[in-house]
């Protein structure tokens, strides 16, 4: 009976495939035949990289625009990391205060839109409160070593001030979504585990620290796995305050080429590279554990 069913579900599986590929052919066809459109992928190459008379083949605008989003979601991820823990923690303290502040917190940057986000928080942190420690001129003082460090692990000093102020925005905002994924980790611990740490006399940080969340961290793997791709996704929105991540680099090298479908459709496999990449390695990371729990 089981084999029955395998073999009904290899047949399922077979058609829908072949529908697919079908689907794709036609679709391929209508862009052939009804778009009144010159392919030219042979000159997408130049714009990933170009070959200079002094340092070789480097890095051009679509390659460049991809280590800014890989920059930008790394620092990104590394704020949004604590304080999606801190918000989670006040989001099951015992304290009504602490749950006051984790809820307001949560369900204001939950809801409302991340566009509308971006340009608040960035006219407000870019052009209030960064224009006073002046880390792009702090930046052109440092010393000589030290600045192609910045520029490699973070952006040139002219773009400084935008760039933090785009990882701050993006880091609230996926904050308040890490924070509920903690909450959900941390109230997913069975009540047994609870009472069992503290009839040992372990305090309440105790219990949180060395019993709670080494439990939840496992269960928080899969959907961190989901918000740290979805910030990766999310950085595009800052192209419209001029960071030049991969998406604003896309449409600056649309504006001047013209090449809109081969431009898009290479940036959407640089994009999933990026995010199949990261899904795939916390796919490691959850089978690690799984084994040394075991």
């Not at 991820?77 to 304080?83: D, G, Q, S, V």
């Not at 923690?89 to 369900?107: A, C, D, E, K």
């Not at 080429?257 to 959850?286: K, N, P």
């Amino acid at each position: 009976m089981l084999s029955q069913r395998k073999s009904h579900w290899g047949y399922f599986d077979t058609i829908l495939l072949l529908l697919l590929v079908g689907a794709a052919v036609y679709i391929g066809y209508r862009i052939h035949t009804g778009l009144e459109y010159r392919w030219n992928w042979q000159v997408i190459p130049q714009y990933l990289m170009r070959k200079d008379p002094v340092d070789g083949w480097v890095l051009n605008s679509l390659l460049l625009g991809l280590m800014t989003t890989i920059r930008l979601s790394i620092w990104s991820i590394l704020l949004a990391l604590p304080l999606g823990l801190a918000v989670g923690l006040l989001r099951t303290s015992n304290q009504l205060f602490n749950r006051w502040v984790g809820s307001i917190y949560v369900n204001l940057l939950r809801n409302l839109p991340p566009l509308v986000l971006i340009f608040i928080f960035y006219f407000f942190v870019g052009d209030q409160i960064l224009p006073y420690f002046h880390l792009g001129d702090g930046l052109d003082a440092a010393p000589s070593w030290l600045q192609p460090i910045v520029h490699l692990l973070v952006a040139p000093a002219e773009q400084l001030e935008a760039f933090v102020a785009a990882v701050i925005t993006l880091a609230l905002f996926e904050g308040a979504y890490i924070g509920e994924i903690v909450r959900a980790g941390i109230d997913n611990v069975e009540t047994g585990q609870w009472e069992a740490a503290k009839a040992l006399g372990l305090r309440p940080w105790q219990v949180m620290r060395n019993v709670v969340l080494p439990q939840a961290l496992q269960r928080m793997i899969p959907p961190l796995a989901g918000q740290t791709i979805s910030t990766i996704k999310d950085s595009a929105i800052v192209s419209v305050i001029s960071i030049q991540e991969l998406t604003f680099q896309g449409m600056e090298l649309m504006a001047s080429t013209y090449l809109t479908f081969e431009v898009w459709i290479t940036i959407t496999a640089l994009y999933f590279i990026l995010t199949y990449g990261c899904s795939w390695l916390f796919g490691r990371l959850e089978l690690h554990l799984s084994k040394a729990k075991a």
